[in-house]
């Protein structure tokens, strides 16, 4: 393999391993997630038109916070189904449903560009800051269209520029800079992929979505401190771990004393307010389908 040339195999490979071995952090940081995702979660189902009843599809769903926002608007008349290529992380998703008594969310492991669905089975379809991971989301866009019944909507978010999200890209460029990393390979996907303006509705358009719509919000993340952004990060960012995994450990501490150096411009007198904005974008299936169930080849 040309070192110049992006694996998506070894790149899926990897980051499952990360989910697997990040599951625990990233749970255990739920509630965090859940303040600071969460408003941007319920316009995501507003706009996905996540309603008493409905069956919901989500995909990569991690350790499941917008599905638990989901299950609770569709009732227990309802359906989720929460999906995602890492077993540990979905476990932690099942035993937070049934702490909340949220029987109606069933989860599965399933590589969100094979999703192995009944055509046409979904009332609606959701994504959290997930889609920008997959090496195809061409395909995994497509197969979300296929499990949708026509006329349904699919909603996804994702992270804007890295200039507006400065929580999470000045680690990753400090990262790249001390551990030596050439930048991103062409077609290489990551958490800036999908945020320029335009790019995540002009994908749902590509994949067959109609009426796509595109919103902007701002998601500051707040902490009490930089510390603490760093702690969080540390601990349950998989990503940054692999970027780190060249160095040996008191070269990764140095980085992340640095890091934080870097995030304290961010601490003021109400903590640490960590710059971020978040793209919000859905599409419709169309009612009629041309030439039947869509193919993912």
Sequence with gaps: MNATQFNPVLYK???????????????????????WLGPATETMLDMAKVNTGARVLDVAA???GQSLQAAVRIG???????????SNILDYAAAAARAQGLF?????????EDLALEPGSFDAAISRVGLIYFPDQQRALKGILNALKPGSWFAAIVYSTPQNNAFFSLPVSLIRERAALPPPLAGQPGPFSLGSPGVLRQALADAGFEDAEERVVAAPLRLSSASECVRFERESFG??????GGLDA?????????????L?????????????????????????ASGGPQTLA
């Design 239 to 244: 990503a940054l771990h692999q970027m780190l």
């Design 76 to 86: 227990a008349g309802g359906y989720v189904l929460a999906t995602d290529i890492s």
């Design 13 to 35: 490979t990897t980051t499952q391993q990360q989910w697997q071995s990040a599951a625990k952090a990233w749970n255990d940081w739920g509630d965090t997630l859940g303040t």
């Design 264 to 288: 304290a411009r961010y601490d003021g007198a109400d903590g640490f307010v960590g710059p971020c904005e978040l793209v919000i974008a859905a599409g419709r299936r169309p009612l009629q």
């Design 250 to 262: 008191p070269a990764q501490d140095s980085v992340w004393s640095e890091i934080e150096q870097a």
């Design 104 to 112: 109606q969310v069933d989860v599965r492991v399933m590589d969100g």
């Design 62 to 64: 991690g350790a499941g």
